[in-house]
């Protein structure tokens, strides 16, 4: 009989349409041993590590919820090192960046499509030389990741799903943010970004690196799925440091006009240890004594129930 895992967060927003649409549908399915994995009240990793425990060769893992419950799966399965484990993503979160890069499907459409998983090869993220996480779709680094976490606020949320003039109130929420912060922000990490052809370069005065890896992020970047691809990703910097690059950033990245180049291995390079925020499929950390950050891709393809 076949394993089915079932990834949910009882404490989302959206659970009880996870349970009316997706938990209740699968009581009782035939042919499938049904197990449910509740993602706790602690972080990303440790749910990761709980999951991985539990994960066999051959499962197929369905994640239902949000981009951080997709992520849990994601690094669940990776660290897991199990074979033929397959993924699927059921988005009810509030951008479900990683279900958009599956492209949208129905709990009956993914069981129907089990067989047919593609291999994708998500990013993963090193700091200090050691693994910190695998990332469907992208990573940023610095203040975007900060001013990003601003806007994550529940109450900022709410206020941009209810209000008519959104662009108005980003920026309000923008200028308020950056004049709490300036001080704090006035003199960003200095860090060099190198290649795989170990190539160095000054960051120019950057404060931010963004690294693609999904369809779309945030619907910031138009990048196309490079998950499909085995080397290749995006990525980009920014002067984030400065109000107007902030401002002109989040505009452009509104209408999906941020640049990136393409890439197959970056390392940032910081002249001295420091404090950076890191942010990875919407979840957010303050990581302290970062002096080395590598971004690649991973080197093991995982299987994904993708339309």
């Known amino acids: 009989m076949k394993r089915l895992i079932l990834v949910y967060n009882p404490r989302s927003s959206h659970f009880l349409q996870v ?12 042919g499938w041993m049904l197990g449910k994995f509740e993602v706790a009240d602690t972080d990303v990793d440790d749910n990761a590590e709980r999951l991985a425990k539990i ?18 799966a994601l690094n669940g399965i990776m660290l897991s090192n199990k074979e033929n484990v397959r993924l699927g993503v059921l988005g009810y979160g509030n951008f479900n ?3 958009r890069t599956f492209g949208k499907m129905k709990i009956d459409e993914i069981l129907q499509n089990v067989d047919k998983a593609q291999k994708i090869w998500p990013l993963e993220c090193s700091i200090n030389g050691n693994h910190w996480r695998y990332g469907m779709c992208y990573f940023t680094i610095g203040m975007f990741a900060e ?28 200028v308020r943010w950056w004049l709490k912060q300036h001080r704090k922000h006035r003199f960003m990490p200095e860090f060099s970004l190198g290649n795989s052809s170990e190539e160095f370069v000054e960051s120019d005065g ?28 995006l990525s980009a910097t920014g002067k984030m440091n400065r109000f107007w690059h902030l401002a002109v950033y989040m505009l452009r990245s509104i209408f999906r006009k941020i640049p990136g180049t393409e890439s197959d291995y970056d390392c940032l390079v910081f002249r001295k240890p420091s404090k950076m ?18 971004v690649k891709k991973s080197e093991r393809a995982l299987l994904a129930i993708m339309k």
């Open 277 to 294: 925020m890191f942010q990875a499929e919407g979840e957010y950390k303050m990581i302290d004594q970062v002096q080395m950050v590598e």
């Open 55 to 72: 994960v066999q060769d051959g499962d197929v893992v369905i994640a239902a919820g949000g981009d951080g419950t997709a992520n849990i």
């Open 206 to 233: 950057a404060s931010d690196y963004m690294a693609v890896n999904g369809k779309t992020v945030a619907k910031m970047m138009r990048g196309g799925k490079y998950c499909q691809d085995k080397d290749m990703f």
């Open 97 to 99: 960046d990683t279900a």
């Open 147 to 174: 001013a990003c976490a601003v806007f994550d606020h529940p109450k900022t949320r709410k206020a941009l799903q209810k209000g008519k003039k959104k662009m108005t109130f980003s920026l309000a929420v923008l």
């Open 19 to 30: 349970k009316k649409e997706v938990v209740d549908k699968l009581r009782g399915i035939k």
